[in-house]
Nanobody
Framework: VQLQASGGGLVQAGGSLRLSCVVS????????MAWFRRAPGKEREFVAV???????YYGDSVKGRFTISRDNAKNTLYLQMNEVKPEDTSVYYC????????????????????WGQGTQVTVSS
């Protein structure tokens, strides 16, 4: 499975951005598909997950502002980022993990076997 993330860039605080992650080599709805991020000097942080069955979960810092979705026909995962803040500045990674992982563990990065290369998001104040 290969993941290709894109859509990052520079955006002003309060603005919006949409990230995309194209999946190749398999069907994305066979996996739990997630977004993580890592800011300089910080630990990798869970952002959101779309489980194989359609359930979505979000990290506390993005809840109510970000929306994760998928387009099965395009085999693509999205992250719609609204009302962005300077603290959202990070490299964002998409990841695919086995669908057998239950919801209690979907925020753990070690539950994901496949990772994209990351896309930089910078939010200016």
């Amino acid at each position: 499975v290969q993941l290709q993330a894109s859509g990052g860039g520079l955006v002003q605080a309060g603005g919006s951005l949409r990230l995309s992650c194209v999946v190749s080599g398999d069907t994305l709805n066979m996996y739990n598909m997630a977004w993580f991020r890592r800011a300089p000097g910080k630990e990798r942080e869970f952002v959101a997950v779309k489980r194989f069955n359609g359930q979505s979960y979000y990290g506390d810092s993005v809840k109510g502002r970000f929306t994760i979705s998928r387009d099965n026909a395009k085999n693509t995962l999205y992250l719609q980022m609204n009302e962005v803040k300077p603290e959202d500045t990070s490299v964002y990674y998409c990841a695919a993990g086995t669908k057998t992982t239950i919801s209690a563990y979907v925020s753990s990065s070690d539950r994901y076997e496949f990772w994209g290369q990351g896309t930089q998001v910078t939010v200016s104040s």
